[in-house]
């Protein structure tokens, strides 16, 4: 046994450890099965104090933490391959306190998505962060990844509802970032440096989320759309009409593996290539009646236009919830098809022609592969999914698909896109991180790690390498 392990039990009560087989398989690893998990041991600390004890061991004994949350990552940030301490912040799911005057929130890391979405609601508020994923993903590991999701359209991405951080930094030392503050013009705002960096600077231990006002009776409209070109002239139309809460879109196939695996109908007869979602606020019930009449006026243009096959409108908040399955269900449904993500983004002035572009590419290279779309092309992001040839050896399929993200990558950068919308980086898009970022900015990425973490041993080879 190593030293530090014996170190390790000193400082923790014994319920934060654990070094089962099963333990370390299920908390080394996350939502993507590319790699073996082999980490060391698992601690769960119960609090702020015993996490800065895990990280006083390991600074000590140069050993490599990998900060666990939920476990959702598609980009193996999660992951812990190579004899790392697994800290889990499963334990620290505490919402410690909440003030009705700022609308903030203070929680846990370990706090799960949904509790705080619950959360807000039960005191009259909305936290507007929502993903597939949000039953089981923790707003630590949303920090971490600056998590995106099915609202961004309208209410940003996680960073934009994160007022203060508590974070545990390599060594042990605890910084309180921002405090809450609205406004703090105090020099480099080390929160945002925090969110989004996939564990690589410290772990984020407590976080006071800003709160907002609630929808005001949101529908559900969808869509069946001929072609990826008609996409973006629909979310137009509506636009130009509508504040629009989401904007999302799946393909043909999408939907049929849906239909499979969760055993569902489809809302409407017409077979389309492409469908939209959209969700839009009706407003107050006095304004009822103008909402119709205008949704009903745009349905009628995008319809004459040819730009849209059929549709169907949400009549009630139960039908509004079932009719977000049809997207929200697609990740879960083609999982057991084991899909090769692509999570892509532009400008969305600039859909048209990364959709173009990539689906001519794939169509032309990859033939034969079957390519699932889905994703948030409101906000230019786009998911691409392509599903392993029942003939084809797992390994073999995701060295082939190395090639394909390099093809598509070299598209976006032409587009001045990103090559990692949301999923982040972590051990799967390190590779390509290039295509991104310049050589000046990934240099400067390095000088910060090292500034935070000199030692090295905060989530290493993720994000880059040093
Ligand atoms: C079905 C499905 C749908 C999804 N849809 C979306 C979507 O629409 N939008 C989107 O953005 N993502 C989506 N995701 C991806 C995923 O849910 C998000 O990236 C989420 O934010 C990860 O949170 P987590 O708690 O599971 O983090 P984990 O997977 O546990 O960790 C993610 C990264 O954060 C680090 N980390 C975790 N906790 C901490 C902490 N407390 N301090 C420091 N670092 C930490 C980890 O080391 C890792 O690098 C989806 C995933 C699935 C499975």
Not at 348 to 359: G, I, R
């Amino acid at each position: 046994m190593f030293p530090w392990v014996e170190a390790l039990k000193s400082v923790l009560p014994a319920v934060c450890f654990r070094d089962s087989d099963d333990d370390k398989a299920s908390f080394g690893r996350d939502w993507t099965k590319h790699h073996e998990p082999a980490p060391s041991v698992v601690v769960l600390p119960g609090s702020v104090e015993e996490v800065q004890a895990v990280m006083r061991v390991a600074y000590e004994h140069e050993v490599a933490v990998v900060p666990s949350g939920g476990r959702t990552g598609l980009s193996g940030g999660a992951v812990a391959a190579n004899g790392e301490i697994v800290l889990a912040l499963d334990r620290m799911n505490q919402i410690l306190d909440y003030n009705a005057i700022d609308r903030q929130v203070r929680v846990q890391a370990g706090v799960v998505t949904q509790a705080l979405q619950e959360f807000a609601e039960q005191q009259g508020l909305f936290y507007p962060v929502d993903f597939a994923s949000a039953g089981s993903s923790q707003i630590g590991g949303n920090i971490a990844t600056n998590a995106g999701g099915i609202k961004v359209i309208r209410y940003g991405m996680t960073r934009q509802w994160v007022q203060g951080l508590k974070v545990v930094l390599a060594d042990g030392r605890v910084i309180d970032a921002n405090q809450g503050l609205y406004k703090n013009a105090t020099g480099y705002d080390l929160r945002h440096l925090m969110i989004g960096s996939e564990g690589t600077l410290g772990v984020v231990v407590e976080a006071q989320i800003q709160l907002t006002s609630q929808p005001h009776d949101p529908q559900v409209v969808v869509l069946g759309v001929p072609s990826m070109a008609a996409v973006m002239e629909v979310m137009q139309a509506f636009r130009a009409q509508f504040e629009l809460n989401a904007f999302e879109f799946f393909s043909k196939n999408a939907l049929a593996a849906l239909e499979e695996h969760r055993s569902i109908t489809r809302p409407f007869e017409t077979d389309s290539e492409y469908y939209v979602l959209l969700e839009m606020d009706k407003g107050e019930p006095e304004h009822a009646d103008i909402f119709e009449e205008r949704l009903m006026a745009v349905f009628e243009t995008v319809m004459e236009a040819g730009l849209v096959e059929d549709g169907v409108i949400s009549q009630s908040t139960q039908q509004a919830q079932d009719l977000w399955v049809l997207r929200e269900g697609i990740s879960e449904s083609i999982a057991p098809k084991i899909p090769y993500k692509n999570d892509i983004s532009v400008l969305p002035s600039k859909v048209p022609e990364m959709l173009k572009a990539v689906e001519e590419h794939v169509n032309k290279s990859y033939a034969g592969w079957e390519i699932v779309w889905f994703g948030h092309i409101g906000d230019g992001n786009l998911h691409l999914n392509i599903l392993k040839p029942a003939d084809m050896e797992k390994a073999d399929f995701f060295k082939a698909c190395h090639g394909v993200t390099h093809d598509i990558s070299a598209i976006i950068k032409q587009l001045g896109g990103s090559v990692s919308a949301e999923h982040g980086v972590g051990l799967l898009k390190k590779e390509y991180l290039g295509y991104s970022r310049s050589e000046d900015e990934v240099q400067l990425m390095k000088l910060i790690k090292q500034a935070f973490d000199p030692k090295g041993i905060m989530n290493p080879g993720k994000v880059f390498d040093l």
